[in-house]
């Protein structure tokens, strides 16, 4: 069955960094998030996007996020100048164009670590 | 209080039980999903049900939906020692393809050998 992959599966990063976290969503989906889990907390969605553009993003992602499709199969998060708060995990899903009511298929997540 | 609230928070019962997790949500919405996340994985899709659905089954699980309490149930038949995760309901609630998911806090289910 086609999955989502996401690399890397952990990343340690000094405060103050940048990171870019990758996905490869399921080849013919063409709607893509990207999700985050801070420990112990539930799922908070942070962007979705469709058509090589932004469709939605919550209050969470702010200036310091940017996404790109840089070629046909990847989907990137990029955090810029990391903070502590940053630490979470970052899951990428995918889902089809064919209407509404399509499940996402998520990804097994990076681990970002911000010492 | 939050879109997509589980209760319980954790269940733990024996092997050959049968375990139900509840979900409540507040807005209108077009369809909700549960997922499961074993520890320190990704989300697992299980079970998407319409709002216009009230009842659906996929193998050992069965999920309802009541639209007018807003709420839904995931029960899990004749569990295993496998089943143990964590599992979560989400609520699409978008006008459109590709809208956000709105996760609720989570059910810890321990099956118990």
Redesign the interface.
């Known amino acids: 069955e086609p999955e989502?992959t996401?690399t890397p599966s952990h990343q340690v990063t000094q405060m103050g960094q940048e990171v870019i976290l990758r996905c490869v969503p399921i080849s013919n989906h063409l709607?893509f998030?990207w999700?985050r889990q801070i420990l112990g907390q539930?799922?908070?969605?942070l962007v979705?996007f469709?058509n090589n553009e932004i469709?939605?993003k919550?209050e969470i992602f702010d200036d310091q996020f940017s996404v790109e499709r840089p070629d046909g199969s990847n989907f990137t998060l990029k955090i810029r100048s990391t903070k502590l708060e940053d630490s979470a995990m970052y899951?990428c899903?995918s889902?089809t164009?064919?209407?509404?009511?399509?499940?996402?298929?998520?990804?097994?997540?990076t681990?970002l670590s911000i010492l | 209080s939050?879109q997509?609230e589980e209760d319980p928070q954790a269940l733990s019962i024996q092997e050959g039980e049968n375990a139900t997790m509840n979900c409540s949500y507040k807005t209108s919405i077009?369809?909700l999903?549960w997922?499961r996340q074993n520890s320190?994985?990704?989300?697992?899709?299980l079970i998407?049900i319409?709002s216009n659905e009230r009842e659906k089954h996929s193998g050992r699980l069965r999920v309802t939906l009541d639209t007018s309490k807003k709420s839904s149930s995931l029960l899990i038949t004749a569990s295993r020692a496998a089943d143990t995760a964590s599992y979560?309901c989400?609520t699409?609630a978008?006008?459109?393809?590709?809208?956000?998911?709105?996760?609720?806090?989570?059910t810890q289910l321990t099956v118990n050998p």
Not at chain 1, 97 to 109: A, L, R, S, V, Y
Not at chain 2, 94 to 106: H, V
């Open positions: 989502v996401q709607y998030y999700y539930k799922v908070e969605f979705s469709y469709s939605e919550s899951f899903a889902s164009e064919q209407g509404i009511n399509q499940p996402q298929h998520f990804g097994d997540g681990r | 939050q997509g077009n369809n999903q997922y320190g994985r990704g989300l697992v899709h998407l319409r979560f989400a699409d978008g006008e459109t393809s590709g809208s956000r998911l709105t996760f609720g806090e989570g």
